[in-house]
């Protein structure tokens, strides 16, 4: 995602058959046998499992237009539709034309987060949906087996495909913001446990990221904090002393995880109807 976000803001980015082969590249260079960057040559099946028709994609020979074609559809064809309509056909048109030998549904995972990405909706971490596609794979293959049919023609009605991707949208922006409301009340906590025990602001980074599940070391602590490394060893000692960290490990591994008295607090902080009315408040703003 990282690319993506780079791309979509790159005021000179413009989409051509060249930036599909870069991508691709980006995707798979890793994977030689997926020829990364080169567009397929000689007839594929898209197999679907047992008992069920595959696909067929168009042949080599018609790929290199079909390419250009969609390159000159992403850049300035049916603006006028909303932009997540525009990335679901994205998605649709690059795994239909399969055009590369391997890699086509990751790169139509990609351009339509881009799509979305250049639109300034939010950021690319946030409008891609691969962790519902992810969660919901059977579906997934089932509608575009629908919308494709035996063969590419893309006179097929999309209809259910863009339907798919609309929900995938609502569910993963769902998922998200109860994510964030969670962040939200959960940095609020650690700020309380801090104010109440009189510890420095900067405490609430080492409690904020256990009670994430993630162990915290001296080096992370003092980059968040932006403290030397003697006071960030004081600051976790402490913190371990008042029974909020646990200390694993010793030396240079040494790092701490939440106690069970930090993620009890934070549990009961939860289920108060002081945080239930503050949750009723985020989710009403």
């Given at each position: 995602?990282?690319?993506?976000?780079?791309?979509?803001?790159?005021?000179?980015?413009?989409?051509?058959?060249?930036?599909?082969?870069?991508?691709?590249?980006?995707?798979?260079?890793?994977?030689?046998?997926?020829?990364?960057?080169?567009?397929?040559?000689?007839?594929?099946?898209?197999?679907?499992?047992?008992?069920r028709?595959?696909?067929?994609?168009?042949?080599?020979?018609?790929v290199?237009?079909?390419?250009?074609?969609?390159?000159?559809?992403?850049?300035?064809?049916?603006?006028?539709?909303?932009?997540?309509?525009?990335?679901?056909?994205?998605h649709?048109?690059?795994?239909?034309?399969?055009?590369?030998?391997?890699?086509?549904?990751?790169?139509?995972?990609?351009?339509?987060?881009?799509?979305?990405?250049?639109?300034?909706?939010?950021?690319?971490?946030?409008?891609?949906?691969?962790?519902y596609?992810?969660?919901?794979?059977?579906?997934?293959?089932?509608?575009?087996?629908?919308?494709?049919?035996?063969?590419?023609?893309?006179?097929?009605?999309?209809?259910?495909?863009v339907?798919?991707?609309?929900?995938?949208?609502?569910?993963?922006?769902?998922?998200?913001?109860?994510?964030?409301?969670?962040?939200?009340?959960?940095?609020?906590?650690?700020?309380r446990?801090?104010?109440?025990?009189?510890?420095?602001?900067?405490?609430?980074?080492?409690?904020?990221?256990?009670?994430?599940?993630?162990?915290?070391?001296?080096?992370?602590?003092?980059?968040?904090?932006?403290?030397?490394?003697?006071?960030a060893?004081?600051?976790?000692?402490?913190?371990?002393?008042?029974?909020?960290?646990?200390?694993?490990?010793?030396?240079?591994?040494?790092?701490?995880?939440?106690?069970?008295?930090?993620?009890?607090?934070?549990?009961?902080?939860?289920?108060?109807?002081?945080?239930?009315?503050?949750?009723?408040?985020?989710?009403?703003?």
């Open positions: 995602m990282d690319r993506v976000a780079a791309l979509a803001e790159d005021p000179h980015f413009h989409w051509s058959r060249q930036t599909i082969l870069e991508l691709h590249f980006l995707i798979c260079h890793p994977q030689s046998d997926a020829r990364p960057g080169r567009l397929r040559d000689g007839s594929v099946f898209v197999t679907r499992g047992p008992g028709d595959p696909y067929r994609p168009p042949e080599s020979s018609e290199p237009g079909l390419v250009n074609e969609l390159a000159s559809w992403l850049e300035s064809g049916d603006v006028s539709r909303h932009p997540v309509v525009r990335a679901a056909m994205a649709l048109n690059v795994v239909s034309l399969h055009p590369f030998r391997d890699g086509n549904g990751r790169l139509a995972r990609v351009v339509q987060s881009l799509v979305l990405a250049r639109e300034g909706l939010l950021r690319p971490e946030f409008v891609s949906i691969e962790p596609l992810g969660r919901h794979t059977r579906e997934y293959y089932a509608v575009l087996e629908e919308v494709q049919g035996s063969a590419f023609d893309p006179a097929r009605d999309p209809s259910s495909w339907e798919f991707c609309v929900d995938a949208h609502v569910s993963e922006a769902a998922d998200r913001r109860q994510w964030v409301l969670v962040a939200y009340a959960r940095h609020d906590f650690c700020t446990v801090a104010g109440e025990q009189g510890y420095p602001e900067r405490f609430v980074v080492a409690l904020d990221q256990a009670l994430l599940g993630l162990p915290v070391t001296n080096a992370d602590y003092r980059r968040a904090s932006d403290i030397a490394s003697p006071t060893v004081q600051d976790l000692q402490r913190l371990r002393r008042d029974g909020w960290l646990e200390q694993r490990g010793g030396g240079r591994s040494v790092r701490y995880v939440a106690t069970d008295k930090l993620q009890k607090a934070w549990a009961d902080s939860r289920e108060s109807p002081l945080a239930m009315s503050r949750s009723i408040d985020l989710t009403q703003g």
